[in-house]
């Protein structure tokens, strides 16, 4: 059995789809599946059993040993929540809890950490594990996954193998629920559709002009193969990484839309909304060497050729991955 916590969300119902690719198909299902909007991108995977999230440790007292791998993927990924109490339990508590069950009953594990833990960059992008302690997140969301990823490094106990992964601005299919938090490709799709035009945030920082803020885009189906790069290696335990390494602008990601919908370029800025504006990461890169180092070597997507085939095969068709 493989766990899949998050299961109903973007990344995890993506991880479902590639360990089914990989004849993997014994998979335990962990989510609040009360939100019947996420429940699509289950449709069609290969899933053993679905467990509620808060029944979830009860079951894996009673099942741990049919147990092969843990991915816990589930979290509150909203960057506009400022209720720390959610994030608490939910991102910190729970998670410390798979970590002393994954101890207990010898469960390797890869869990989600964030990007959004480096701040605003004020100490660069390197996972360097030594430099956790010392970052600044810039919002509850960020501490909640920094505050585990310490918790973590100071644990005289671990997993026999455990990875935390930095996931950076992940986007591709089945990230249609996630409304506000979905990625900007996905709501340049949504917008090019209905007016022909796409809404970028105007800049309010002197040294990037409106349109060149830069971000790490990742593409989900590169996440998922580290991901199962990870379960099948199961050595150099650590705090890693995930994005492409290289910085691209709003501007390069707008534009491949458009090109990926065979539509004229048609770009306005608006005023970066005010409750996020002081709290806006205007540059992120991630260092991926210390992922490359322990083995991984398979080329992540350009931002073209993720963008391309996301818009081709997915949002054009109202597929899931």
Request: with cysteine; aromatic share 14%; hydrophobic share 35%.
């Amino acid at each position: 059995m493989i766990i899949v916590t998050g299961a109903a969300g973007f990344i995890g119902s993506c991880l479902i789809s590639k360990l089914n690719q990989e004849n993997f198909n014994v998979i335990i299902a962990v989510d609040d599946f009360s939100r019947p909007e996420k429940l699509h991108n289950l449709e069609g995977k290969r899933i053993h059993e679905r467990v509620d999230r808060e029944e979830f440790f009860e079951w894996l007292d009673s099942n741990y040993h049919e147990v092969e791998f843990l991915f816990h993927i589930g979290a509150r990924t909203d960057t506009t929540e400022f209720d720390r109490r959610i994030f608490e339990h939910l991102n910190v508590d729970y998670s410390k809890k798979i970590w002393e069950k994954c101890i207990a009953y010898q469960i390797p594990l890869v869990y989600a950490s964030s990007a959004a833990t480096y701040g605003l960059g004020e100490l660069g992008y390197d996972d360097n594990e030594s430099l956790i302690p010392q970052l600044k997140p810039l919002n509850p969301y960020g501490d909640s996954k920094n505050e585990f990823d310490n918790w973590v490094l100071e644990q005289p106990q671990r997993p026999f193998f455990w990875a935390g992964l930095k996931f950076f601005n992940v986007y591709g299919p089945n990230e249609y629920h996630k409304s506000r938090m979905a990625s900007v490709i996905y709501h340049a799709f949504c917008q090019i559709s209905q007016t022909g035009r796409m809404r970028l945030f105007r800049s309010h920082h002197p040294d990037f002009r409106d349109g060149e803020q830069m971000r790490d885009f990742i593409y989900v189906k590169d996440v998922v193969d580290v991901c199962l790069f990870l379960m099948h290696q199961r050595r150099n335990s650590g705090i890693y990484n995930l994005g492409s390494g290289k910085a691209r602008t709003f501007l390069d990601l707008a534009t491949n839309t458009f090109h990926a919908m065979g539509v004229t370029p048609q770009i306005d800025f608006i005023d970066t909304p005010e409750d996020i504006r002081d709290k806006y990461q205007y540059f992120t890169q991630a260092n991926m060497s210390k992922l490359r180092s322990i083995g991984y070597s398979k080329p992540f997507h350009s931002l073209e050729e993720g963008i391309d085939d996301y818009v081709k095969q997915f949002l054009s068709k109202g597929k899931v991955l």
